[in-house]
C-alpha cells in the first residue's frame, strides 16, 4: 500500500492512503497533537465527505482498536538475516510494567524505546515499560517472534 505525505502549512501533516475497495483515507497530523481522520468522496479523492477530529489520547484508543494485537512492523524482512521490527506495548499486555530485562533473551536485542512520541535510544535493562511504548528490537525470526508472544500474553 501507498501512502502519500503532504505538508499542509500551518495545520500539519497528511498522511493519505486508498484501500484495496477504492475507498480514500487520510489522517492529518496537527502541529497542536490532535489528528483529523478524513473520509474522501467516491466522486472526488480530494474532497472531504467526513471528518473526526481526535486528541492524543482519542487517537491512541482508536489505534488499539484498529491493531488489537502486537503487530510486529518488519523493517528487513530478509529470511536469512535478523529482522528489525517496531512492537507496541498495548493496554492490558504483561509487558505493562515490566522491566525491559524480562523482555530480553540471546536471540532479541531491544534498541530503543519511543516514549511520549521520543526516542530513547539504547534504554538500560531497568527501564520500566508502560502500555502505549513502542520498542524497537532486532533478532532472530525465534527471537522475535517470542518477543512478541510475550508482548500479547501468548507466553509468560
Not at 493519505?16 to 483529523?36: H, K, L, M, S
Not at 484498529?66 to 506495548?89: E, F, G, I, N, Y
Not at 513502542?134 to 508482548?151: C, E, N, P, S
Amino acid at each position: 500500500m501507498r501512502i502519500d505525505r503532504q505538508e499542509l502549512p500551518g495545520i500539519g501533516t497528511l498522511h493519505a492512503f486508498t484501500t484495496r475497495a477504492g475507498q480514500r483515507v487520510g489522517v492529518i497530523q496537527r502541529r497542536d497533537g490532535q489528528r483529523t481522520l478524513a473520509l474522501y468522496r467516491d466522486d472526488d479523492p480530494h474532497a472531504v465527505h467526513r471528518a473526526a477530529t481526535l486528541d492524543a489520547d482519542e487517537a491512541h484508543h482508536l489505534v488499539d482498536l484498529l491493531h488489537p494485537v502486537v503487530t510486529v512492523d518488519h523493517v528487513d524482512p530478509s529470511a536469512d538475516q535478523p529482522s528489525l521490527v517496531r512492537l507496541k506495548v498495548l493496554s492490558g499486555s504483561p509487558a505493562d510494567g515490566q522491566r525491559l530485562s524480562v523482555l530480553e533473551t540471546p536471540d532479541t536485542r531491544v534498541l530503543a524505546i519511543i516514549r511520549d512520541g521520543q526516542l530513547v535510544g539504547w534504554p538500560s535493562a531497568d527501564t520500566t515499560l508502560r502500555a502505549s511504548d513502542t520498542i524497537v528490537a532486532t533478532g532472530t525470526a525465534a527471537g522475535i517472534d517470542a518477543l512478541t508472544r510475550h508482548l500479547d500474553g501468548g507466553e509468560h
